[in-house]
């Protein structure tokens, strides 16, 4: 059973099946959370000083890193 139906590539409109509300979130919006969720894992980071304290930020540092790469891709031009 599928739940979403996939195009050629994995990708193809998947924010646009994302739920949200256009009127009140912006793609716009979304990338500036995902800036803000980067500057705070990573100044997180630097601050910690318990192994599992660091590898926590560095996870939720390369999250925020991907889904701003992701983001950043959906503003792209679709050819």
């Not at 924010?15 to 500057?39: C, G, H, K, M």
């Amino acid at each position: 059973m599928k739940l979403f139906a996939r195009g050629k590539n994995a990708e193809e409109d998947i924010y646009r099946r994302l739920s949200f509300e256009p009127d009140r979130n912006t793609i716009f919006d979304e990338i500036a959370q995902a800036r803000r969720e980067i500057e705070v894992a990573y100044t997180n980071f630097r601050n910690a000083s318990d192994p599992d304290l660091i590898d926590a930020y560095i996870y939720e540092g390369n999250a925020a890193w991907k889904k701003y790469e992701f983001l950043l891709r959906q503003m792209k031009p679709v050819k």
